[in-house]
């Protein structure tokens, strides 16, 4: 009987370390969102999904990023009022959100060629000081204006 409970508290905090493991892992990764450029018949564009909510108390902890999609036969650009795109200062040096001197920040306008996918990195740090929750962010793809459906970006917590 003895061995057998020795055994289930070795199971139990082999477990337990596990679980921290798994869970620091994921604390410290960035929150991705994906974004599709979609056209229909009728020359229109537009990129999906048409809406996404940050949650600023949870999304932006490790960092935001934002992965374009574009599936299509033609290039596409992906644009977002009042976010903007955390660029190294200097290439292939490493940024730190928390070191204004690693990095640029641009906004958000993001030409996806044709069959092609793109990462960018949003600025998270940004978004936690300024206190954005409430606001609605307009996206879209200012090459096919006359033709393009928008989506919007709505910020809680």
């Known amino acids: 009987m003895r061995r057998f409970t020795h055994r289930t508290n070795l199971a139990a905090l082999a477990i337990a370390i ?30 999906l ?25 033609r290039a596409h650009v992906f644009a977002v009022h009042d976010l903007f795109e955390v660029r190294p200062a200097e290439e292939g040096r490493e940024i730190v959100e928390s070191d204004p ?10 030409e996806v060629p044709s069959w092609g996918t793109k990462r960018i990195r949003v600025g998270s740090e940004m978004l936690k000081r300024h206190r954005m929750a409430g606001q609605r962010l307009k996206f879209f793809c200012p090459k096919h204006t006359r033709h393009t459906r928008n989506g919007a970006i709505w910020m809680v917590g």
């Open 18 to 47: 596990l679980a921290g493991v798994l869970l620091a892992s994921t604390a410290i990764q960035a929150r991705e969102f994906a974004f599709v450029a979609q056209e229909s018949g009728k020359g229109t564009a537009t990129w």
């Open 101 to 110: 001197a690693t990095y640029v920040l641009e906004p958000i306008r993001v």
């Open 49 to 73: 999904p048409g809406i996404v909510v940050i949650d600023a108390a949870t999304d932006l902890e490790g960092g935001l990023e934002f992965i374009l999609i574009n599936p299509t036969n």
